[in-house]
């Protein structure tokens, strides 16, 4: 079984940045693909990004160049850094830690961006 939780978000304004905090246990972190997600209001949920074992990170092409995934592997934990943040990028966002067959969600953290 994998627990996951995320933590970090919060209330901000226009250009400010956060760093989201992703938690997981049950395995060996180290071994785990981590993925961002995240779900605005009345929308589908969307992938943000994601980094694997081997510390590759991949993005959405839409998001690329704002957001910063990385990991920390001695904390258990993976990280997510939005920059320069608009309006349109509040929503819960999620992470997902998945090893071979095993997977496990945590249970978002809301960022709200006021403009």
């Known amino acids: 079984q994998v627990q996951v939780v995320e933590s970090g978000g919060g209330l901000v304004q226009t250009g400010d940045s956060l760093r989201l905090s992703c938690v997981a246990s049950?395995?060996?972190?180290?071994?785990?693909?981590i993925d961002w997600y995240r779900q605005a209001p009345g929308k589908e949920r969307e992938w943000v990004g994601g980094?694997?074992?081997?510390?590759?990170?991949n993005y959405a092409e839409s998001l690329q160049g704002r957001f910063t995934i990385s990991r920390d592997n001695r904390k258990n934990t993976a990280y997510l850094q939005l920059n320069d943040l608009k309006p349109d990028d509040t929503g819960v966002y999620y992470c997902r830690a998945r090893f071979r067959s095993y997977e496990g969600w945590g249970q978002g953290t809301q960022v709200t961006v006021s403009s």
């Open positions: 980094i694997t074992s081997g510390n590759r990170r």
């Open positions: 049950g395995r060996i972190f180290s071994s785990y693909e």
